[in-house]
């Protein structure tokens, strides 16, 4: 198991075994995502979001800005 000691300032050193295996590197971004109540997960955070185009795949119908505000009308009315 990797350790880190947690400094006076708050901050902690990522070792170098965890930086390679998470490929980050210097002003990259990681979140800290609660799983559970006293447990974190340490996530890299450094994907561009281009790198996200086409991971659903196409939709299967499309919706006009239009219709998707009146669809957030409706919901909103309903929710009072």
């Known amino acids: 198991m990797t350790t880190a000691t947690i400094t006076s ?3 902690i050193t990522i070792p170098a ?3 390679h295996a998470l490929a980050v ?3 990259d971004r990681v979140e800290f ?3 559970e109540p006293g447990q974190f997960l340490f996530v890299a955070a ?3 979001v281009t790198e996200l185009k086409g991971m659903f795949g196409k939709p299967v119908k499309t919706v006009s800005i239009a219709d ?3 669809a ?3 919901r909103g ?3 009072r």
Do not use: E, L, Y
Request: proline fraction near 0%; aromatic fraction near 0%.
């Open 46 to 48: 450094n994907r561009s």
């Open 25 to 27: 590197d210097a002003g």
């Open 72 to 74: 957030i009308a409706s």
């Open 68 to 70: 998707m505000n009146a």
């Open 17 to 19: 075994d965890v930086r």
């Open 9 to 11: 300032k708050g901050q």
């Open 77 to 79: 009315k309903s929710a």
């Open 33 to 35: 995502v609660q799983i």
